[in-house]
């Protein structure tokens, strides 16, 4: 079965700043994909990045980047400049194949404030 | 195309009564998923459909809940003899089969049993 870990329940970060949120994970599946999504107070869940378990690189979109540690088995993101828009709920997530077109399950997520 | 909606936003019911909800999805997606999120919560899976096929049911789901998709494009989730417990948001998305990208969910449906 798959797991999903995310052991911050709130971090904060001080505007303009980079933080890095954690994710590890389980899985026997032999390939896999990874995601992180953002859920605004709003409560709609945004995609921010997806990275393949058998990517070579990590993926990287804008501000967002995703430190892929196959052998230790995590996936933790990393906001870079940090901004006051930034400030949300932020959920690591898994699903049993590469590509987004499974069922996904997701960590309990992690809050983040941003300070000015 | 608009995204993914849902109807309704809200939904106030009495314990015991049934509960419909809709999702329309993006029209070039083929899967449909299904999930339920309770406050401080990460979303729970419940199911998914490949065009009008139901590809998964989670355990998490009892015979009181059941989805269609019955033209392979909207979907509806019905809820029946509601409890306390179902209380929750019901959140709807869609993706393509394959790509490297994640999940369009709607704004879901916030459901609360009184």
């Known amino acids: 079965a798959q797991k999903i870990t995310q052991t911050q329940p709130g971090m904060f970060v001080q505007e303009k700043e980079a933080v890095t949120l954690d994710c590890t994970y389980d899985?026997?599946?032999?390939?896999?994909?990874l995601f992180w999504y953002k859920q605004p107070s709003s409560g709609e869940m945004i995609f921010l990045i997806y990275q393949g378990s058998y990517d070579q690189q990590n993926a990287t979109e804008g501000r967002y980047s995703l430190n892929f540690q196959k052998a230790r088995k995590s996936a933790n993101l990393v906001i870079s400049a940090s901004q006051l828009g930034d400030s949300a709920m932020y959920f690591c997530a898994m699903s049993p194949a590469e590509g987004g077109g499974f069922k996904t399950i997701f960590g309990a997520g992690t809050r983040l404030f941003v300070k000015a | 195309d608009t995204g993914v909606s849902q109807n309704p936003r809200h939904k106030i019911t009495k314990r015991g009564q049934n509960v419909t909800f809709r999702c329309d999805p993006i029209s070039e997606h083929n899967r449909l998923y299904w999930y339920r999120q309770t406050l401080g919560q990460g979303p729970e899976f419940l199911t998914y459909?490949?065009?009008?096929?139901?590809?998964?049911k989670s355990r998490l789901l009892s015979d009181r809940f059941s989805a269609e998709r019955p033209k392979g494009s909207f979907s509806t989730l019905e809820i029946q003899r509601t409890e306390q417990g179902d209380s929750a948001m019901y959140l709807c998305?869609?993706?393509?089969?394959?790509?490297?990208?994640?999940?369009?969910f709607g704004s879901g449906t916030r459901l609360t049993v009184v």
């Open positions: 998305a869609s993706s393509q089969i394959t790509g490297p990208q994640g999940y369009t």
């Open positions: 459909f490949q065009n009008e096929a139901q590809l998964e």
């Open positions: 899985t026997s599946d032999p390939s896999y994909g």
